[in-house]
Every structure is written in C-alpha cells, then in structure tokens.
C-alpha cells in the first residue's frame, strides 16, 4: 500500500509562489505521479502529471506550474508560481503504476492519494 505525504502549502497573496512537496513510500521509479486540486463542492481537478514519459499540465497550469521528481528521494514536486485566488484549493498529490495516458487528468485513473495540503491564494 503505497503512501503519499503532501507538504508545503500555506498563505500567500495574489502573484505568489510555493513549492508542494509529495513524498512517496515506494521508490519513484515505474510510477505515475500527478498532482490534483479541489475546492469544496466541486470535482477534483488534475493539474499536473510526471511519469518515466514526460510530465503533462492542464491548461490552467501551464506556464505558471512546474511538476517535477526526485528519484533519490522518492518525492515529487510542484512549484506554483502567479497564483491567483482562483487557485486556493487543497492539493492532492497521487500515484498509480500504469500509465494513464492522454485520460491522466482524470482522478479514478489513480490509485493511491495524499491527504492534501492547502493552498490559499488572497488578492
């Protein structure tokens, strides 16, 4: 059972940047790792993905997000930079040992998830 740690949310205001840790049980090698958000009432978004392949962003991210990985140390990245309030969301990292493909953005494609951290964006 794979383990997922978030870490490095926090308050900042409009133009401001953070970097989210994700830090993974398993050694990160074959694995899918991707970076979710969501707001209370609305469905979990895909915002970023890396895998042995590449990485991939949704629109909203592209630009302004970078994901990343460190194999060494079983974690993965995302610096988030020009943050808007429309990013407040908690940010859930996630990972799954097949490739999803061009369908990653879609949460149940993944399998073991984080318990989030938050990102609060004030103007």
């Known amino acids: 059972q794979a383990q997922l740690t978030e870490s490095g949310g926090g308050s900042v205001q409009s133009g401001g940047s953070l970097k989210l840790s994700c830090l993974m049980s398993y050694a990160l090698g074959r694995w899918c790792m991707g970076w979710f958000r969501q707001v209370p009432g609305k469905e979990r978004e895909g915002v970023a993905m890396?895998?042995?392949?590449?990485?991939g962003y949704a629109d909203s991210a592209k630009g302004r997000f970078t994901i990343s990985r460190d194999n060494a140390k079983n974690t993965v990245y995302l610096e988030v930079s020009s943050l808007t309030p429309e990013d407040t969301a908690m940010y859930h990292c996630?990972?799954?040992?097949?490739?999803?493909?061009?369908?990653?953005?879609?949460?149940?494609?993944?399998?073991?998830w984080g318990q989030g951290t938050q990102v609060t964006v004030s103007s």
């Open positions: 996630a990972a799954t040992p097949f490739f999803p493909g061009g369908v990653w953005s879609q949460p149940h494609h993944f399998d073991y």
């Open positions: 890396v895998d042995r392949h590449g990485s």
